[in-house]
């Protein structure tokens, strides 16, 4: 299965992105056993919806595509109700079908991209920061915003998990 | 503050450590921003309390140091109450105060022995594999345990920040 002489670089690259698939593939997997109706309840009194951190999610991973220089964001009318506005504001929100294809086209997105970038590409600023901030924050590259939002999907999976 | 003769490979492992590192200050922080009786709560009605997932990290944590070559575990009776049984097994649990000094001792011990690790050491076995298995699989190494566990703790992170 693995390539033996892979670099030790492109070994911790290939690390996180098992983790970034690991963590979608349970997410997805979790989504599948929930009803429409269990999405839209509360995932506990007075707290988010299943469908508002639904579209959240993928609000967030959309904005990888420009954040990683890989594209434009393929919804940009998610920003509005799931990035700038609370649940409840009042806002409609897509269908839960549409917002689990939206979701799935903006990891499919994610996963093309991804295997554009070699494993020096990761290291590379992302595009948030400036090069002259990049110069004193090396740490701030792309890899570094893979786990980052990797740590941000597991934290709102385990509360979409109350759902179940 | 960053050093520019850093290795690619030594980079993509400060920037998993920082993940990990970043996990738990924040987990720390809401810590101790929750009173003992909010952490004795369930985070959703009829599911796991605050209290009951300190002590499963605490306990998932410490076996990391045997995981990892570091050394023993600090805390091997919070194995029973926290990873064998579920919550409300009946079985008494430590206080909270003990739990999150129990916390920090298993994060400060880990951090210790993070330090002794060089990049290269990330990308060796961890210790529940065979030499035989990790020939075939070199990607179950020690970095992918720490992006498995940094997971972890977001998922249960994301359902105690719901006591707040």
Redesign the interface.
């Known amino acids: 299965?693995?390539n033996?002489s892979?670099s030790?670089?492109a070994?911790?690259?290939?690390?996180?992105l098992?983790?970034w698939d690991?963590?979608n593939s349970r997410f997805l997997k979790l989504l599948d056993a929930l009803t429409d109706e269990q999405l839209q309840s509360e995932?506990?009194?007075g707290?988010n919806t299943g469908v508002y951190l639904l579209g959240h999610l993928a609000a967030v991973h959309d904005y990888m595509l420009p954040l990683l220089g890989l594209g434009e964001r393929l919804f940009p009318d998610l920003e509005e109700p799931f990035l700038r506005k609370p649940d409840k504001s009042g806002l409609d929100f897509p269908s839960v079908a549409e917002l689990k294809s939206q979701y799935a086209a903006v990891n499919a997105a994610l996963s093309t991209g991804f295997a554009t970038l070699s494993?020096?590409n990761?290291?590379e600023k992302h595009t948030s920061i400036s090069d002259a901030d990049f110069q004193?924050?090396?740490?701030r590259?792309k890899?570094?915003l893979l786990?980052?939002r990797?740590?941000?999907l597991?934290?709102?999976?385990?509360?979409v998990?109350?759902l179940k």
């Open positions: 299965m693995e033996p892979t030790p670089l070994m911790s690259v290939q690390v996180a098992s983790s690991m963590q995932i506990a009194p707290r494993p020096e990761w290291l004193k924050e090396p740490h590259n890899l570094n786990l980052n990797t740590g941000h597991a934290y709102h999976f385990g509360q998990a109350l």
